[in-house]
């Protein structure tokens, strides 16, 4: 473990884990006891970690003492505050420095060994552009791009966008715990469980949190980023569960005001999956925002009411609310009509077997049962 400030020694760990008065120093003392405790060691070393210099002699040590050194997981950061305009350049460079020089020491000092795993602590602040953190966020597009830049050479990087850690870390130390985030804030325990799965995957850039849905349901935020198809319609089906079953429509495009049943049972499931609150029958499913994806969203809804009615192909080829309710009107009077004849036909059957059966009882002579047949009671 390479610190810019240096612990102090192990001999006086356990009195300050008795005297208390230093929480943060005690959760780190805790920690690496903690580490060592199940029969691990840890090697606490100090330098700045953009030190190129100072950087190498560890480094050279660790191989020599080691034979190798098998990965390296980059988590020194200096969190930013203020605006660019009123900011020292010092404290901008202490910001940017072990990020963005850090990371570029780290892989100098390493390209010649075969690591395993050369992990970034990056942060959500690539997505959120949060005023006040231009230096902050420069520093962690830089992780961002040199993960993409390095993995591409083939060697395997990670660059995770954390979001706020809420029980420990600079967020806590900074007070920077918001409700009003885009993602939210990610416990110890779950952080740790991410970080596992994630050293057993290829992947170069991940954010592994939990979006606040009631953030992107506000209508007066703007979002600085674009949701992939699968999150948009994940959380369409989240709102689904809290929203109305019946969402409200307001259906036009006709003249008049007739819409059948169909229409607007279909416009409430437009409603529903596209997030409109008005529609055009005449309007194009595509034009209005539906995608593959929408379009499955609708199939699944649609099958709810009218079954197998309809697949896949329909929803593109009836594609406006109103060819589509035609469609199905065809289609559900066509079954009707079929359901009606299979109706009569076996009754007819049935009247045929009575006669039938009358005539091998002796109820009825062959002439009384043919003249029924004839006059029409079977035909
Ligand atoms: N905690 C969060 O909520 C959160 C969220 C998103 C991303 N991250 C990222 O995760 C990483 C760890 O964050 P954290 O919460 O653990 O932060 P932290 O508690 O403030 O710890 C950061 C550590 O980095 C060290 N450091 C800073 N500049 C250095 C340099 N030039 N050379 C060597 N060490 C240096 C600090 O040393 P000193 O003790 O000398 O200051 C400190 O030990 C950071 O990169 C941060 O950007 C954290």
Request: aromatic fraction near 8%; proline fraction near 2%; charge should be negative.
């Amino acid at each position: 473990m390479i610190n810019r400030t240096a612990l102090p020694d192990r001999d006086q760990w356990n009195g300050i884990q008795k005297r208390k008065d230093d929480t943060k120093l005690c959760k780190k003392i805790t920690a690496i006891m903690e580490i060592e405790e199940s029969g691990s060691s840890v090697l606490c070393y100090t330098a700045d970690v953009s030190d190129f210099q100072s950087m190498g002699v560890i480094i050279n040590e660790l191989v020599e003492k080691y034979g190798g050194i098998n990965g390296v997981i980059h988590g020194a950061g200096v969190a930013g505050d203020g605006y660019l305009i009123r900011k020292p350049e010092e404290v901008f460079r202490q910001v940017v420095l072990p990020k963005i020089n850090g990371t570029w020491v780290l892989d100098k000092l390493t390209e010649n060994l075969k690591l395993d795993f050369f992990i970034l602590f990056s942060s959500i602040s690539g997505y959120t552009f949060t005023p006040g953190q231009g230096d902050y966020t420069a520093a962690n597009a830089y992780l961002d791009a040199f993960a993409q830049y390095r993995d591409k050479k083939g060697k395997r990087t990670l660059s995770i966008n954390w979001p706020a850690w809420k029980e420990t870390g600079m967020a806590v130390d900074h007070n920077a715990l918001n409700n009003e985030s885009f993602f939210k804030p990610i416990s110890t325990a779950d952080a740790c469980k991410a970080f596992e799965i994630l050293l057993d995957k290829h992947i170069v850039r991940v954010l592994p949190s939990v979006l606040n849905y009631k953030i992107f349901e506000r209508g007066d935020i703007k979002i600085p980023f674009v949701l992939s198809e699968e999150i948009r319609v994940d959380n369409l089906i989240r709102q689904k569960i809290t929203e109305p079953k019946e969402a409200k429509v307001i259906l036009k495009g006709k003249l008049g005001n007739g819409y059948s049943d169909t229409e607007q049972s279909l416009g409430r499931l437009w409603s529903l999956v596209l997030g409109v609150t008005e529609v055009d029958v005449y309007d194009n499913f595509e034009s209005l925002g539906g995608d593959s994806l929408l379009a499955t969203s609708l199939l699944k809804e649609m099958q709810k009411t009218y079954g197998n009615l309809v697949d896949i192909s329909d929803i593109f080829t009836y594609s406006s609310i109103f060819d589509m309710a035609e469609y199905i009107e065809s289609k559900t009077n066509k079954k009707k009509e079929f359901e009606k004849i299979n109706e009569e036909e076996d009754t007819e059957e049935a009247r045929l077997n009575d006669i039938l059966d009358e005539l091998a009882s002796g109820k009825l002579s062959l002439e009384e049962a043919g003249g029924m047949i004839e006059l029409g009671v079977v035909e």
